[in-house]
């Protein structure tokens, strides 16, 4: 038998593991490079988005609402 019908060392299977690791990673790579994520550029958009990850309070999420709809925290509590 020729040299294609021989079993594969563990030095092969390990090149083997490493080249499909690199092959995946690269067109993992290519896809995120092709579509890359939307990112909102909307203000309150991404105030809402960080509201609902429970990155800020309600209450830092209504100071910041405020003052992007051109209203003072101070100004409005009074009428409220």
């Known amino acids: 038998m020729g040299p294609w019908c021989t079993q594969m060392s563990a030095g092969g299977w390990v ?3 490493i080249f499909w690791v690199v092959v995946v990673g690269l ?5 995120g ?3 890359p994520a ?3 550029s909307d203000p309150r958009v991404l105030l809402d988005a960080r509201l ?3 990155e800020i309070t309600p209450e830092a999420y209504r100071s910041i609402r ?3 709809d051109g209203h003072t925290a ?3 509590k009074g009428s409220r």
Do not use: K
């Open 15 to 17: 090149s083997m593991i």
């Open 27 to 31: 067109v993992l790579w290519a896809v």
């Open 33 to 35: 490079r092709l579509f």
């Open 38 to 40: 939307q990112v909102p």
């Open 52 to 54: 609902a990850s429970g």
């Open 66 to 68: 405020d003052e992007l």
């Open 74 to 76: 101070a100004g409005t």
